[in-house]
């Protein structure tokens, strides 16, 4: 990336961690495209440049937030190299993903009060960087490599994304009706029971 595109990345970025600091203290409705771009330190000018309004911030930053997290889990499956069931990957992101939000409460309320799946499509297909690609390209990486075929897979991943985001909200925020941890092993049943549900067959070794 030349000078002249990181320094636009930088400036975008700190709108986002701007608007992500304001949104969580404030509160959306409370929140001004002009407070973010003083808690930014930039000209009103460069906001549009990125944004179309305070809307479209917030979609992104949803996005970006998404990407995110998701990024790191997968970055730490990279360094697992003894894990090479697709069903076993995606779990392993999942617990991953989910000790993310145990430590930043703010993180699930941003997500998850907006997680339905129009939001969560564009976080799919959101490409951070020119060298990451998207949650749904790494996502049918894994699939490429699977044991198994599945049945409409993008459906399948919506029915695990709607089952993990459901149950784990107020089990990380309120512990209620359990604690996450205690959550985990029925969740972790429940997604496995998922993938027997859509697979087809057995892949033939190469």
């Known amino acids: 990336m030349g000078k002249v595109e990181d320094n636009k990345q930088q400036k975008r970025d700190s709108l986002l961690e701007s608007a992500f600091t304001l949104f969580i203290g404030n509160g959306f409705n409370k929140t001004s495209i002009s407070d973010i771009v003083n808690h ?35 970055n730490d499956l990279l360094t697992h190299e003894e894990i090479r069931d697709f069903e076993d990957q995606v779990l392993f992101i999942t617990d991953h993903i989910l000790n993310q939000f145990s430590q930043n ?52 991943f ?13 089990a990380i925020l309120y512990e209620q009706p359990v604690t996450l941890e205690e959550l985990k092993p029925e969740l972790y049943t429940t997604i496995r029971g998922i993938f027997r549900q859509y697979r087809q067959r057995r892949k033939k070794s190469s």
């Open 40 to 74: 930014a330190g930039v000209a009103k000018g460069t906001f549009y440049l990125y944004f179309k309004d305070k809307y479209d911030i917030r979609n992104q930053l949803i996005a970006h937030k998404a990407s995110q997290v998701f990024q790191n889990a997968y």
């Open 158 to 170: 919506y029915m695990i994304l709607e089952i993990v985001s459901g149950t784990s909200y107020n």
């Open 105 to 156: 409460h703010h993180l699930v309320s941003l997500i998850s009060k907006h997680l339905s799946w129009g939001f969560f499509k564009n976080s799919l297909y959101f490409t951070p960087g020119n060298d990451t690609p998207a949650i749904y390209t790494i996502y049918e990486s894994l699939l490429d490599h699977a044991s198994y075929t599945y049945r409409t897979p993008e459906v399948m």
